[in-house]
């Protein structure tokens, strides 16, 4: 399966922004997706994953509350809602594939696709 997050852009703080991340190929049902951030000079940080049918998902502290994920396996999509936004949320953001449940780490994922910038302004 190969991903491709969009959406991105330029916020004020308190504001919101959906995040979308596409797939090809017949296998994304099979996949639980997640959310990843990366600011500048800092590691890839974890949000949010979303199980493989959406029935479940796990969230990272600092969003928890804000942020909601969500997926429409006909569409080969899932997103991220993001409410709330601070300016410490801005970062890339990347979505990656797993077979896991729950992961945290990036090595966890495969399928990265290329990220999407979102920047939020005081």
């Known amino acids: 399966v190969q991903l491709q997050a969009s959406g991105g852009g330029l916020v004020q703080a308190g504001g919101s922004l959906r995040l979308s991340c596409a797939a090809s190929?017949?296998?994304?049902?099979?996949?639980?997706i997640g959310w990843f951030r990366q600011a500048p000079g800092k590691e890839r940080e974890f949000v949010g994953v979303?199980?493989?049918?959406?029935?479940?998902?796990y969230y990272s502290d600092s969003v928890k509350g804000r942020f909601t994920i969500s997926r429409d396996n006909a569409k080969n999509t899932v997103y991220l809602q993001m409410n709330s936004l601070k300016p410490e949320d801005t970062a890339v953001y990347y979505c990656?594939?797993?077979?896991?449940?729950?992961?945290?780490?990036?090595?966890?994922?495969?399928?990265w696709g290329q990220g999407t910038l979102v920047t939020v302004s005081s």
């Open positions: 990656g594939a797993t077979l896991s449940w729950r992961a945290k780490l990036p090595t966890s994922y495969d399928n």
């Open positions: 979303i199980s493989w049918n959406g029935g479940s998902t």
């Open positions: 190929g017949r296998t994304f049902g099979n996949y639980n």
